[in-house]
C-alpha cells in the first residue's frame, strides 16, 4: 500500500465499531430500509421516518470516529492514501480528520427540500420538530436501538407531526441516497475519476451488494487496478479482488 497512489472505498462494515449497525454482515439482524418511493409516495412512511429520524440523528452525531477511521486518516497524512468514496452518511471519515472524502450517498447533516432545492442543516431542522413535537424527544431518552441511515427503532411514532419547508412549504427529505435512489451524476464521475487515477483500490467493509460500490471494484478491474478488500464476510467483489481479508476494518487498517 506504501508507495502507491491508494483510493479506498468504505461500507458500513467501517463504523460498526463506532456502535453504527450495518446492513449486511453475518452479525446483523434482518432490516428492511425504506425506499424513496415509500418515502415520497406514502405519508404514513414519511411521518414514521421523521420520527425514528429525529431520535436517531442525535445518536449518529455525537457517535466518534473509530480506530479504522482515524488510521485511515493517519495514512493520508503520510500520502499513503489518496482519498475515500464513502458509502456511509455518518461523517466519521471527516471526523477523523481525512479531508478528501467523496460522501457517496450525502450524509445525515444535510436536509433538502424536494420542490425548491432549499438545503438547511440536520440541527437547524432538529429545533423545528422540537417545537412542533413537544416532549417527544423526552419521552424516548431511554437507550434506543440506531439503524445504519440515521434512524432509531421505535414503534410508537402516529402522534409525531413532521413539518415542510420553511422556504416553500415542501416536502423536506434528509440529503441522503435512499434505496430506489440515483447517486448524483458529479459525485459518480468525481469517484470514477479517482478510480481511474489510483494505483491500488482498497474496499473497507463493504459486501458490494449495491451496484453503487460494486461499479467501482468493477472499474478498478478491467483497468487491471489492484484491488485489496478487508470485510467480515463475502463480499460481490470478492473474485475480482488480488487480495480478500476476512476480518474488521479497525484492527487490520490500524496494523497498516
Request: with cysteine; glycine share 8%.
Amino acid at each position: 500500500m506504501l508507495g502507491r497512489r491508494t483510493v479506498v472505498l468504505t461500507g458500513a462494515g467501517m463504523s460498526t465499531d463506532s456502535g453504527i449497525p450495518d446492513y449486511r454482515s453475518p452479525e446483523s439482524p434482518p432490516r428492511t430500509p425504506m425506499t424513496y418511493q415509500q418515502f415520497v409516495g406514502d405519508d404514513e412512511f414519511r411521518r414514521r421516518y421523521w420520527a425514528r429520524n429525529h431520535l436517531g440523528w442525535r445518536h449518529m452525531d455525537a457517535t466518534l470516529p473509530n480506530a479504522g477511521h482515524r488510521a485511515l486518516a493517519a495514512l493520508e497524512r503520510r500520502g499513503a492514501v489518496h482519498a475515500i468514496i464513502t458509502q456511509n452518511v455518518d461523517l466519521l471519515h471527516t471526523k477523523a480528520g481525512s479531508r478528501n472524502v467523496i460522501d457517496l450517498h450525502g450524509t445525515y447533516a444535510q436536509v433538502i427540500c424536494l420542490e425548491c432545492g432549499d438545503r438547511v442543516s440536520r440541527y437547524r431542522l432538529a429545533h423545528r420538530l422540537d417545537a412542533a413535537n413537544p416532549g417527544f424527544s423526552e419521552s424516548h431518552s431511554g437507550a434506543i436501538e440506531v439503524a445504519p441511515d440515521a434512524d432509531a427503532v421505535i414503534t410508537s411514532t402516529e402522534s409525531f407531526r413532521p413539518v415542510g419547508c420553511a422556504v416553500c412549504g415542501g416536502m423536506l427529505k434528509p440529503d441522503i441516497v435512499y434505496f430506489g435512489e440515483s447517486v448524483p451524476r458529479e459525485r459518480v464521475e468525481a469517484a470514477f475519476t479517482l478510480v481511474d487515477e489510483a494505483e491500488l483500490l482498497l474496499v473497507a467493509g463493504s459486501s458490494l451488494t449495491v451496484m453503487s460500490g460494486l461499479r467501482f471494484v468493477r472499474r478498478a478491474a478491467k483497468l487491471g487496478i489492484p484491488i485489496a478488500i478487508v470485510n467480515r464476510g463475502a463480499t460481490r467483489g470478492d473474485e475480482l479482488a488480488t487480495l480478500k481479508i476476512d476480518a474488521g476494518c479497525s484492527p487490520v487498517l490500524s496494523a497498516l
